[in-house]
């Protein structure tokens, strides 16, 4: 009715669809639109139904024919012949990219990547060139040498461990019951402990010192020395503050996906490859082009020496499998599943060291868990497979006495509540200014026994929570969730905020919990 009406202005219409196939074809094909743009990169559905019941001869056929979302070069002959089948059956055709552009950054010139694995990537603008390329090779005429399959960053021994996984190694044992005996006896903590998400404020000072570090204005020792000296700043306040449960603060990481991505064989990140997040907010998407490998610690130096500056336990934070999957543009030549295992096995090697180096509470972040869940509900079922093992791979071999947390934020959990279950961790931060106590009715559906922080302060506002505002949302979730089980935190980390309203909201936040006890 719509476009009925849209036609009636007389105006040209041309209908974009992206990012999967379209499962209401007919109706889409009988739209009164001059052209309708499909994406032939992800899914085959599109594909099959054009060469099976063809394409109205009155409209022109937009193929989606390059990648909007990945990086990866596109195979330009394969490309030529699913035009060419294409256009059998829609004469009017054009080539186009399969989805926006603003999920890839802007161009690989301006990076220094090894020339091995420059070979095979495309962003913007060498997307654009690639439909240049389709069409001459469409219209027979010879085109560069321009992709060939990935062959970069190979690594058998880590092809090997993941072939060799076996289901005892996604399991943590003994069940929840039990490990939460072991961590009350282990980690004597008083009711409504009180715990930060990770990271505090990322100053204009940090960020000065990080550049000039890059830069080489500063020595790798002043750069060390400086994020140490932060470091003790901070564990000190949070003793002055009450806090319960520590951090370190996360100086040294620029971005929580980045910064392990930069340590990491296999991966690679880019200086300029800024996309957008939400709003106005970029970040640098890191690149899965190999075998994942852990090659030594990431972060145990500073988690340690945050530890051995005090009594009160410091929790080791790292990022999950999901979110730097999620946030990373990742190969296609492999199954998902094993790259998520390889990662899996590299942060699973470093919360070992965290627990060796006497670390008693992990907290492994997963914020994408839900936004990485494909568009359509029929991928669910595979996506929340491999991502669960992930975080459960992840997890597992930790002690019975150490306390695993996740934290999740800014989607609507609900809906995945038994996933979330699945993941088995003992404690969960989570949001819930945006869910709107639905979260709460969900854990108590599913009869959820662990631990939740539910964020009693909504990091993303400048506005400093009183207590009774805390106390408001708290008295809310406890008429559901047990008193014994419930933290109290922020709902997202720091990095963000600036330091005096973050010392004056957890001023608060320590006086509700005491006031709670
Ligand atoms: N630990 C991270 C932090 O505190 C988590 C950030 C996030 O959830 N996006 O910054
Ligand atoms: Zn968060």
Same mark, same amino acid.
């Given at each position: 009715?719509?476009?009925?009406?849209?036609?009636?202005?007389?105006?040209?219409?041309?209908?974009?669809?992206?990012?999967?196939? +379209?499962?209401?074809?007919?109706?889409?094909?009988?739209?009164?639109?001059?052209?309708?743009?499909?994406?032939?990169?992800?899914?085959?559905?599109?594909?099959?139904?054009?060469?099976?019941?063809?394409?109205?001869?009155?409209?022109?056929?937009?193929?989606?024919?390059?990648?909007?979302?990945?990086?990866?070069?596109?195979?330009?002959?394969?490309?030529?012949?699913?035009?060419? @089948?294409?256009?059998?059956?829609?004469?009017?055709?054009?080539?186009?990219?399969?989805?926006?552009?603003?999920?890839?950054?802007?161009?690989?010139?301006?990076?220094?990547?090894?020339?091995?694995?420059?070979?095979?990537?495309?962003?913007?603008?060498? !997307?654009?060139?690639? #439909?240049?390329?389709?069409?001459?090779?469409?219209?027979?005429?010879?085109?560069?040498?321009?992709? /060939?399959?990935?062959?970069?960053?190979?690594?058998?021994?880590? !092809?090997?461990?993941?072939?060799? #996984?076996?289901?005892?190694?996604?399991?943590?044992?003994?069940?929840?019951?039990?490990?939460?005996?072991?961590?009350?006896?282990?980690? &004597?903590? &008083?009711?409504?402990?009180?715990?930060?998400?990770?990271?505090?404020?990322?100053? &204009?000072?940090?960020?000065?010192?990080?550049?000039?570090?890059?830069?080489?204005?500063?020595?790798?020792?002043?750069?060390?020395?400086?994020? !140490?000296?932060?470091?003790?700043?901070?564990?000190?306040? @949070?003793?002055?503050?009450?806090?319960?449960?520590?951090?370190?603060?996360?100086?040294?990481? /620029?971005?929580?996906?980045?910064?392990?991505? @930069?340590?990491?064989?296999?991966?690679?990140?880019?200086?300029?490859?800024?996309?957008?997040?939400?709003? /106005? !907010?970029?970040?640098?998407?890191?690149?899965?082009?190999?075998? +994942?490998? $852990?090659?030594?610690?990431?972060?145990?130096?500073?988690?340690?020496?945050?530890?051995?500056?005090?009594?009160?336990?410091?929790?080791?934070?790292?990022?999950?499998?999901?979110?730097?999957?999620?946030?990373?543009?990742?190969?296609?030549?492999? &199954?998902?599943?094993?790259?998520?295992?390889?990662?899996?096995?590299?942060?699973?090697?470093?919360?070992?060291?965290?627990?060796?180096?006497? %670390?008693?509470?992990?907290? +492994?972040?997963?914020?994408?868990?839900?936004?990485?869940? =494909?568009?359509? $509900?029929?991928?669910? =079922?595979?996506?929340?497979?491999?991502? %669960?093992?992930?975080?459960?791979?992840?997890?597992?071999?930790?002690?019975?006495?150490?306390?695993?947390?996740?934290?999740?934020?800014?989607?609507?959990?609900?809906?995945?509540?038994?996933?979330?279950?699945?993941?088995?961790?003992?404690? %969960?931060?989570?949001?819930?200014?945006?869910?709107?106590?639905?979260?709460?009715?969900?854990?108590?559906?599913?009869? *959820?026994?662990?631990?939740?922080?539910?964020?009693?302060?909504?990091?993303?506002?400048?506005?400093? =929570?009183?207590?009774?505002?805390? $106390?408001?949302?708290?008295?809310?979730? #406890?008429?559901?969730?047990?008193?014994?089980? *419930?933290?109290?935190?922020?709902?997202?980390?720091?990095?963000? $905020?600036?330091?005096?309203?973050?010392?004056?909201?957890?001023?608060?936040?320590?006086?509700?919990?005491?006031?709670?006890?």
């Amino acid at each position: 009715h719509t476009y009925g009406q849209l036609a009636q202005t007389g105006c040209a219409l041309h209908v974009f669809t992206y990012y999967d196939d +379209v499962d209401w074809m007919d109706e889409l094909l009988k739209l009164p639109v001059q052209s309708i743009g499909l994406d032939f990169v992800h899914g085959t559905g599109n594909l099959a139904h054009i060469l099976n019941r063809g394409f109205p001869k009155d409209k022109t056929l937009i193929a989606g024919l390059v990648d909007g979302r990945n990086i990866w070069r596109t195979n330009i002959a394969a490309a030529a012949r699913t035009l060419k @089948q294409l256009a059998a059956k829609a004469p009017r055709i054009a080539v186009s990219n399969a989805g926006p552009l603003y999920h890839l950054p802007i161009t690989t010139a301006v990076e220094k990547f090894d020339p091995a694995l420059l070979a095979h990537l495309a962003f913007a603008e060498e !997307r654009l060139h690639e #439909l240049r390329l389709i069409a001459d090779a469409y219209d027979g005429k010879a085109v560069e040498a321009w992709w /060939t399959p990935l062959d970069v960053g190979a690594n058998m021994a880590v !092809r090997e461990r993941v072939k060799k #996984l076996v289901d005892a190694e996604f399991t943590r044992a003994p069940s929840y019951p039990a490990r939460r005996t072991a961590q009350r006896k282990a980690l &004597p903590l &008083p009711v409504f402990p009180t715990t930060t998400i990770g990271s505090f404020p990322q100053s &204009p000072e940090l960020r000065k010192m990080r550049a000039d570090y890059r830069a080489g204005r500063v020595t790798a020792d002043a750069y060390k020395t400086f994020i !140490r000296q932060k470091i003790a700043d901070v564990i000190k306040l @949070q003793e002055d503050l009450g806090l319960d449960v520590l951090v370190h603060g996360e100086f040294e990481r /620029t971005d929580m996906m980045e910064f392990f991505a @930069q340590q990491l064989d296999g991966m690679a990140t880019t200086s300029n490859g800024w996309i957008i997040s939400y709003g /106005t !907010r970029v970040y640098r998407p890191a690149i899965v082009y190999g075998d +994942v490998a $852990r090659p030594r610690p990431m972060s145990v130096a500073e988690i340690s020496y945050a530890q051995s500056l005090t009594t009160r336990p410091v929790k080791g934070i790292l990022t999950g499998p999901v979110t730097v999957l999620a946030w990373s543009f990742v190969r296609e030549d492999v &199954p998902i599943e094993d790259v998520a295992c390889q990662l899996a096995l590299c942060l699973r090697a470093e919360l070992e060291d965290y627990e060796r180096a006497g %670390i008693k509470i992990v907290q +492994v972040d997963e914020p994408a868990f839900r936004e990485r869940a =494909p568009v359509k $509900r029929r991928g669910w =079922p595979a996506y929340f497979a491999w991502a %669960i093992k992930a975080f459960r791979l992840t997890c597992a071999s930790m002690k019975p006495e150490t306390q695993v947390h996740s934290h999740m934020c800014y989607s609507e959990f609900g809906e995945i509540i038994e996933h979330i279950a699945a993941m088995d961790f003992d404690a %969960i931060s989570i949001e819930a200014s945006r869910s709107k106590g639905d979260i709460l009715e969900s854990f108590e559906r599913i009869k *959820f026994d662990r631990q939740i922080g539910l964020g009693v302060w909504d990091i993303h506002s400048p506005a400093v =929570p009183t207590v009774d505002e805390m $106390r408001g949302i708290v008295d809310r979730a #406890l008429k559901l969730i047990p008193r014994g089980n *419930f933290w109290i935190n922020p709902d997202c980390g720091l990095k963000t $905020r600036g330091w005096d309203e973050s010392i004056a909201a957890l001023k608060n936040l320590v006086a509700l919990a005491k006031a709670l006890r």
